[in-house]
């Protein structure tokens, strides 16, 4: 019974976001309110308030279940890297890559717009960076496993947070452009993958380690 019980409660609350996304994706995040939520949802106004407190809250919710997801599908690529780095990162990253871009562009602008502009309030804010740094996290644990790999004095936070911002501003870049195109989007964070371990200018690193 009890497991009946939580699977209607999870139900409801897959539900509830769900609806959130639509809307917000159609409305923009201002425009939404609870009560639109509930309806869209089949629920009550208070049902909405009961699983989640406020439009922040929901929207944290939403990337915390994705988060989830992909955190859990990378780790297959910690557990089983093979023995190149640049193919280990990229085969990371686009985890994360196939499941942020399959998102509406709408929805990813709304969500950005929320944590710049703070007009979800600093709840989201914090709970996004927090989320982040559960993605940066994983890739230092992946390139701990190559660290020999770096270049001299490299750390495996310092690599991960460079494959990190490369990967955010492509981000930023499709939810940027009127007509994006997740293709040519993963086709450039795996070429800023590629450059971010092999090094843009080789010959001056060559002359920097002769001397």
Same mark, same amino acid.
């Given at each position: 019974?009890?497991?009946?019980?939580?699977?209607?409660?999870?139900?409801?609350?897959?539900?509830?976001?769900?609806?959130?996304?639509?809307?917000?994706?159609?409305?923009?995040?201002?425009?939404?309110?609870?009560?639109?939520?509930?309806?869209?949802?089949?629920?009550?106004?208070?049902?909405?308030?009961?699983?989640?407190?406020?439009?922040?809250?929901?929207?944290?919710?939403?990337? +915390?279940?994705?988060?989830?997801?992909?955190?859990?599908?990378?780790?297959?690529?910690?557990?089983?890297?093979?023995?190149?780095?640049?193919? $280990?990162?990229?085969?990371?990253?686009?985890?994360?890559?196939?499941?942020?871009?399959?998102?509406?562009?709408?929805?990813?602008?709304?969500?950005?717009? $929320?944590?710049?502009?703070?007009?979800?309030?600093?709840?989201?804010?914090?709970?996004?960076?927090? !989320?982040?740094?559960?993605?940066?996290?994983?890739?230092?644990?992946? !390139?701990?496993?190559?660290?020999?790999?770096?270049?001299?004095?490299?750390?495996?936070?310092? $690599?991960?947070?460079?494959?990190?911002?490369?990967?955010?501003?492509?981000?930023?870049?499709?939810?940027?452009?009127? @007509?994006?195109?997740?293709?040519?989007?993963?086709?450039?964070? @795996?070429?800023?993958? +590629?450059?971010?371990?092999?090094?843009? $200018?080789?010959?001056?690193?060559?002359?920097?380690?002769?001397?």
């Amino acid at each position: 019974m009890t497991g009946l019980r939580d699977r209607k409660k999870q139900e409801v609350r897959r539900r509830i976001i769900s609806a959130a996304a639509d809307l917000i994706t159609a409305s923009g995040l201002e425009a939404t309110t609870m009560e639109d939520i509930a309806a869209a949802a089949d629920v009550s106004v208070a049902t909405v308030y009961n699983y989640f407190g406020s439009k922040s809250a929901l929207l944290i919710a939403g990337v +915390e279940d994705d988060t989830t997801g992909i955190l859990l599908a990378g780790r297959a690529v910690l557990n089983d890297p093979g023995p190149d780095v640049v193919d $280990a990162m990229q085969r990371l990253v686009r985890i994360y890559a196939d499941d942020l871009l399959g998102w509406d562009p709408k929805l990813l602008r709304e969500l950005f717009g $929320a944590a710049f502009e703070r007009l979800g309030g600093p709840e989201l804010t914090v709970e996004l960076a927090a !989320l982040d740094k559960q993605v940066l996290g994983q890739m230092v644990e992946l !390139l701990v496993q190559f660290v020999d790999d770096l270049g001299p004095g490299v750390q495996p936070q310092e $690599a991960a947070m460079q494959v990190f911002s490369g990967f955010v501003l492509q981000l930023i870049m499709f939810v940027s452009l009127p @007509d994006p195109s997740p293709v040519e989007i993963k086709t450039q964070i @795996d070429r800023q993958i +590629e450059l971010a371990f092999t090094g843009l $200018a080789p010959a001056a690193n060559k002359k920097a380690k002769a001397k």
